[in-house]
């Protein structure tokens, strides 16, 4: 006679959590005050997992201890116009529920007069883009 023992492991919620799909307008507000603000496609990439195009990158995004949570490198345009590319990385968190988070950048390379490992938090702000293909509403016919 075999005895056998089953151990279940529950699973996240996923099916309570928001989700993100579509296009967002990303606004960061820098510690100076000033803003800066990018376009998003987002697609679900499985349970707790969304693919985030912005630009010519992209990224996925996981949903750990309920934030959603993406870290990436990204580039460094400084004010005398030049150029570092992935000269920093970046961590960014966001509420899922309001969409508001931080994106924290940490440069990995001396920059636009900052040391490299100099950091800066902006406060960030996801909004859904309405959707420019709504259907048109159909025009009545006169009747006599």
Same mark, same amino acid.
């Given at each position: 006679?075999?005895?056998?023992?089953?151990?279940?492991?529950?699973? &996240?919620?996923?099916? /309570?959590?928001?989700?993100?799909?579509? @296009?967002?307008? %990303?606004?960061?507000?820098?510690?100076?005050?000033?803003?800066?603000?990018?376009?998003? $496609?987002?697609?679900?990439?499985? /349970?707790?997992?969304?693919?985030?195009? =912005?630009?010519?990158?992209?990224? !996925?995004? *996981?949903?750990? /201890?309920?934030?959603?949570?993406? /870290?990436?490198?990204?580039?460094? @345009?400084? =004010?005398?116009? @030049?150029?570092? +590319?992935?000269? #920093?990385?970046?961590?960014?968190?966001?509420?899922?529920?309001?969409?508001?988070?931080?994106? +924290?950048?940490?440069?990995?390379?001396? =920059?636009?007069? *900052?040391? =490299?490992?100099? &950091? %800066?938090?902006? +406060?960030?702000?996801? %909004? !859904?883009?309405?959707?420019? @293909?709504? $259907?048109?509403?159909?025009?009545?016919?006169?009747? #006599?």
């Amino acid at each position: 006679m075999f005895a056998g023992l089953v151990v279940g492991v529950a699973g &996240t919620a996923w099916a /309570d959590t928001p989700t993100m799909d579509g @296009s967002y307008t %990303e606004t960061a507000t820098l510690p100076s005050g000033g803003t800066l603000t990018s376009s998003w $496609t987002v697609n679900s990439c499985g /349970d707790g997992c969304i693919y985030i195009k =912005a630009g010519a990158g992209g990224s !996925q995004a *996981r949903l750990v /201890d309920g934030q959603w949570v993406l /870290d990436t490198l990204n580039n460094i @345009s400084c =004010a005398d116009g @030049s150029y570092t +590319q992935y000269g #920093s990385s970046s961590h960014m968190t966001w509420d899922p529920n309001t969409l508001t988070g931080t994106a +924290q950048h940490t440069y990995i390379v001396p =920059a636009c007069g *900052r040391p =490299a490992g100099y &950091t %800066e938090t902006d +406060q960030i702000k996801i %909004e !859904q883009t309405p959707s420019t @293909s709504a $259907t048109p509403t159909p025009t009545p016919t006169p009747t #006599s």
